[in-house]
């Protein structure tokens, strides 16, 4: 692809669909050029190999007008089995979309039937088994899903209360910043002490601390420790010898590989009512991404590292429920991470808002951090998929 070509490429966003206990279940495209857009991007990278094994939901605006040409082209590139259409409930009614939608279905591909009008009997038409839920607007009665088997995807959630919403009305699948603003329930003395541990560990990994040193506040936080050793013998890495100790995980990993996996691992706390932390997979996302694009555009190892520490770094404040100035103060970073984290200046701060900026980012983002859309595209899926990895093994 020609360099006018690539700052021509279009934006096409992800966004994970969680289940009840946090666990990614699918993924959301976001196209706001439509079928065009996605046809473009899905030529460049296996997309299903990335987010293997997810479900990928794609939004279908126009299956017997403007995009049904489109469509035609895109078919090929997607796998049935897999592939969730995201359809408008105003659509349902036209027979020709009827008729398309019985050749989905005899496919293997499924149909969330989404938008004002969308319930038992508009679901009929087109064979869909789940509706689209927006948290943002008015919710449908519960009579409207239980007649659905479902799962019905809820989207637009903003919060906690918004999300236990769309839940008691029978949404099992779950999109939005919710997890961003989640509400941390635990005893003050105990929030007190866990931050004191995960700082101190922050503080030694940022100085590269030996291994004896680290040693320390991983042996007083039981839960951080085990899930250390879970992760060096999971199946991720594949050793053939069960890694009891630090040292050995030090060994076979290597120091760069171990310090970034610590990183994730303060977000593996599962949250009180036994739920995976929804923090960990949007850390990784950051972080990976980050890596992603800083290596695509040329940056070397030590430069890599520092923007993987960035991103897992950009969410401490809602982890911790700390300013992010405070957390700051505490540790030893480099003065380029520093002052990405705190007022998004410099290279990386461009990379980290541009990591955050949501499904689809401004085309201003892109530009002021050096990104075209394709390298953007790739650095996306990449995270992903590393994500995919790391919330499975952790």
Same mark, same amino acid.
């Not at 088997?149 to 008691?168: E, Q």
């Not at 779950?174 to 603003?181: E, H, P, Q």
């Not at 003065?335 to 990379?351: H, K, N």
């Not at 808002?353 to 002021?368: D, I, K, N, V, Y």
């Given at each position: ?8 490429? @279009? +934006? $096409?966003?992800?966004?994970? $669909? ?8 699918? =993924? ?7 079928? &065009? ?16 094994? #997810? ?14 040409? #489109? ?25 020709? =979309? ?14 969330? #039937?989404?938008?004002?009008?969308? &319930? ?5 038409? =087109?064979?869909?088994? *789940? ?6 607007? /008015?919710? @449908? ?56 541990? #995960? ?49 050995? *995980? ?7 590989? %171990?310090?970034?996996?610590?990183? %994730? ?19 990784? =996302?950051?972080?990976?991404?980050? /890596? ?32 992010? @100035? ?8 480099? @003065? ?21 900026? &949501? ?20 650095? +996306? ?8 990895? $790391?919330?499975?093994?952790?």
């Amino acid at each position: 692809m020609s360099t006018s070509e690539s700052n021509l490429f @279009p +934006l $096409v966003g992800l966004q994970a $669909v969680a289940n009840a206990h946090n666990e990614w279940v699918a =993924v959301s495209f976001h196209v706001p050029q439509q079928t &065009g857009a996605l046809l473009a991007a899905l030529a460049v990278a296996d997309v299903y190999a990335h987010l293997a094994p #997810l479900d990928c939901i794609i939004p279908v605006s126009d299956p017997h007008g403007a995009d049904e040409a #489109l469509l035609s082209q895109l078919l090929p590139h997607l796998v049935p089995q897999r592939t969730i259409f995201r359809l408008p409930a105003a659509a349902a009614a036209n027979k020709q =979309v009827q008729k398309t939608c019985l050749h989905w279905r005899e496919a293997g591909y499924r149909i969330v #039937l989404d938008g004002p009008g969308a &319930g038992p009997v508009t679901a009929a038409y =087109v064979d869909a088994r *789940a509706l689209g839920i927006d948290a943002a607007g /008015e919710l @449908p009665g519960l009579h409207q899903l239980m007649t659905l088997p479902g799962p019905h995807l809820a989207y637009n959630i903003a919060d906690t209360d918004s999300l236990a919403a769309v839940a008691a009305l029978g949404a099992s699948w779950f999109a939005g910043d919710y997890a961003l603003r989640s509400a941390r329930r635990h005893s003050e003395a105990e929030e007190g002490t866990s931050r004191r541990r #995960l700082l101190a560990l922050l503080g030694l990994l940022a100085r590269d601390a030996d291994v004896q040193e680290l040693e320390v506040p991983l042996k007083q936080d039981p839960a951080l420790a085990y899930h250390l050793l879970k992760l060096v013998n999971s199946a991720a890495f594949g050793f053939t010898a069960t890694i009891t100790s630090f040292n050995q *995980a030090i060994t076979l990993l290597g120091r760069r590989q %171990l310090q970034r996996w610590l990183q %994730l691992l303060l977000y593996a706390r599962q949250q009180d009512d036994g739920k995976i932390n929804p923090l960990l997979p949007l850390a990784a =996302v950051r972080a990976a991404q980050m /890596e992603s694009l800083c290596q695509l555009r040329g940056g070397d190892r030590a430069a890599q590292d520092l923007a993987f520490m960035t991103g897992v770094f950009s969410l401490l404040d809602t982890l911790l429920g700390m300013d992010m @100035p405070d957390i700051i103060a505490t540790l030893n970073l480099d @003065p380029a991470v520093s002052g990405a984290l705190l007022d998004r200046s410099g290279e990386l701060g461009a990379m980290l808002a541009l990591a955050e900026s &949501g499904t689809t980012p401004p085309a201003a983002s892109l530009a002021r951090a050096g990104i075209d859309g394709e390298t953007y595209w790739r650095s +996306l899926l990449q995270a992903y998929q590393w994500a995919i990895t $790391v919330s499975r093994n952790i």
